[in-house]
């Protein structure tokens, strides 16, 4: 039996490249979001996030056009992300509720409603204008 | 402070929150020295009203509302909430489903199981163990994210089927992922179970005998650590595995022994491993053709769960032991009644023979060995005019007295 079977492992850890993906800077900026917004406007360069996988369920995505106002997707919401609004036969999406199950994209009757790939979605004010889809 | 109060033995309070804990659970200990002489404990306090919450919605939206009572068992829930709807309602899932459910639910297993043995390895104060165990886990949570689309809520279930095939070019993706485990499961077993700290540890350190695990109705690995052959795959099959190839893993089919320790639970724990690779493997080299859902069309479901009546119950081999679902519907939306048996609630109570005559370092790690999954099994908080209260058996009986008389006027 040997007393240390890790120790081999540890000395062969020192030479692999860390499984770690540092995102989104190699080393912590001392504001993240002063950061991102230097990425944002160009003068930054991001460590690329992992890619996502194929059919990930992201940002939602709304086609006001082909929205036919029947409320299915309201009736299956489970967070009650989906307003109706019924001046306008038309719904309003609260990206801060939604918890990103996709039940609303399945239900559509039109499928205006999808998801996307986006996931940077963290913020302050949960009332922003890009954490609400109409 | 007078020679009074100083007098073994000496009450030390652990928790509601404390570093040794991973979730809230208020522990009382009674220490003599460095000896453990009594423990109580008392959980509750990551209650959240779920089932409040799920009385108001319709089954299709309760399905992701249990995806979220636990975070590393997601499939469990859903899949024993679905279990108990389906019941109910009389809806066939296709086979193709529950061999999907079952692929999902032991590669949830994996994840689980590493995740457990790396807070394990950090409670001894191993954590390049830790860091080792994690970075491992990762593959199965990746493949996990290409089955369902996310890393944790998977939302992949839903009554009736799941919402989500496995195409053929998924296959490699599996595949790539049981053959990195199988091997690394020799590997890490003797990281594990040759280190000489560990051994010395977990050896004989939170004993819970079989009589113990039994009368206390121990579930899932603490249970089988301990040599009870308990297993709701093998002893209860849903989904696939009535088809499938499943023993419980019991520690004297592997060392020829059963201690009851930490060391057990994590010896059936690591070959739990294994065996869900095996089982994955056989499902899906058997797995059928065909649809992945009784009912496409969600409004029909919907319509179908609505004149459902009656109660159902689902019972599913969690990581931690079993979890059962109770759902009563009255052919309303939402169902009449919801109770979740979370399998962490059933295992609590091994806590105190494990813990009593143990040592004040090995807290730890015997409180972890049971990997209790607190945010699960918390489900009743009574607080009234904002003071919480317990209710003794002794008053359950009075209240219940009270009734009987009420009603007969």
Same mark, same amino acid.
């Given at each position: 039996m040997r007393t240390l079977p890790l120790v081999p492992e540890l000395v062969r850890q020192l030479f692999r490249r860390p499984a770690t993906n540092r995102f989104p800077a190699k080393y912590l900026p @001392?504001?993240?979001?002063?950061?991102?917004?230097?990425?944002?406007?160009?003068?930054?360069?991001?460590?690329? @996030?992992?890619?996502?996988?194929?059919?990930?369920?992201?940002?939602?995505?709304?086609?006001?056009?082909?929205?036919?106002?029947? %409320?299915?997707?309201?009736?299956?919401?489970?967070?009650h992300a989906i307003e109706f609004i019924p001046d306008t036969k038309k719904i309003r999406v609260w990206v801060d509720q939604c918890i990103f199950c996709s039940q609303c994209t399945s239900i559509c009757p039109k499928s205006c409603l999808s998801m996307t790939d986006a996931f940077l979605l963290a913020g302050e004010d949960r009332y922003a204008e890009e954490l609400i889809v109409e | 402070m007078s020679g009074e109060a100083k007098k073994a033995p000496y009450r030390v309070p652990i928790g509601p929150n404390h570093p040794a804990l991973k979730e809230p659970v208020m522990f009382t200990f009674e220490m003599e020295g460095e000896v453990v002489k009594d423990v109580d404990f008392a959980p509750g306090q990551a209650h959240r009203g779920i089932e409040w919450m799920g009385m108001r919605r319709n089954p299709v939206q309760i399905v992701h509302l249990t995806d979220r009572i636990c975070g590393i068992c997601g499939v469990v829930h859903s899949l024993s909430f679905s279990l108990a709807v389906e019941q109910i309602a009389g809806i066939e899932v296709p086979e193709r489903a529950d061999y999907i459910r079952a692929i999902v639910h032991e590669f949830e297993r994996i994840q689980s199981h590493l995740l457990w043995a790396g807070v394990a390895a950090h409670e001894l104060g191993f954590d390049s163990l830790l860091h080792l165990t994690w970075r491992?886990?990762?593959?199965? &949570?990746?493949?996990?994210?290409?089955?369902?689309?996310?890393?944790?809520?998977?939302?992949?279930?839903?009554?009736?089927?799941?919402?989500?095939?496995?195409?053929?070019?998924?296959? @490699?993706?599996?595949?790539?992922?049981?053959?990195?485990?199988?091997?690394?499961?020799? %590997?890490?077993?003797?990281?594990?179970?040759?280190?000489?700290?560990?051994? &010395?540890?977990?050896?004989?350190?939170g004993v819970l005998s079989r009589r113990d695990a039994l009368e206390l109705c121990t579930v899932g690995p603490t249970a089988r650590a301990?040599?009870?052959?308990?297993?709701?795959?093998?002893?209860?099959?849903?989904?696939?595995?009535?088809?499938?190839?499943?023993?419980?893993?019991? @520690?004297?089919?592997?060392?020829?022994?059963?201690?009851?320790d930490v060391y057990d639970r994590i010896v059936v724990r690591?070959?739990?491993?294994?065996?869900?690779?095996?089982?994955?493997?056989?499902?899906?080299?058997?797995m059928p053709a065909g649809p992945v859902t009784a009912e496409e069309k969600l409004v029909k479901l919907l319509a179908t769960c609505k004149k459902a009546t009656g109660e159902g119950i689902g019972r599913v081999e969690a990581p931690r032991g079993e979890c059962l679902h109770y759902v009563r519907m009255e052919g309303k939306d939402s169902p009449a009644s919801w109770k979740v048996k979370a399998s962490s609630y059933s295992n609590l109570m091994s806590w105190i023979p494990m813990l009593r005559g143990s040592q004040i370092a090995d807290i730890p790690i015997i409180v972890a060995s049971i990997d209790p999954c607190l945010s699960c099994t918390d489900r009743v908080a009574i607080v009234q005019d904002n003071r919480r209260s317990i209710l003794s058996k002794d008053d359950l009986h009075r209240l219940s007295v009270e009734k009987t008389r009420r009603l007969q006027g």
């Open positions: @001392p504001s993240i979001r002063v950061f991102l917004r230097e990425v944002q406007a160009g003068r930054a360069a991001a460590n690329p @996030p992992v890619p996502t996988p194929p059919k990930f369920r992201g940002k939602i995505a709304y086609d006001r056009d082909s929205c036919i106002g029947c %409320t299915l997707c309201v009736k299956v919401c489970p967070a | 491992v886990r990762e593959e199965a &949570m990746d493949v996990i994210e290409n089955l369902t689309g996310n890393r944790v809520n998977y939302g992949i279930v839903q009554v009736g089927g799941v919402r989500r095939d496995i195409v053929p070019e998924q296959h @490699p993706v599996i595949e790539k992922c049981l053959a990195t485990y199988e091997g690394l499961l020799d %590997t890490l077993l003797s990281f594990f179970l040759d280190d000489r700290t560990i051994q &010395m540890r977990c050896r004989d350190v301990s040599g009870v052959n308990v297993d709701l795959r093998q002893d209860y099959p849903y989904a696939a595995y009535g088809d499938l190839d499943v023993k419980a893993i019991l @520690p004297e089919r592997h060392l020829g022994e059963t201690h009851g690591l070959l739990e491993v294994g065996q869900s690779c095996q089982i994955i493997r056989q499902c899906l080299s058997e």
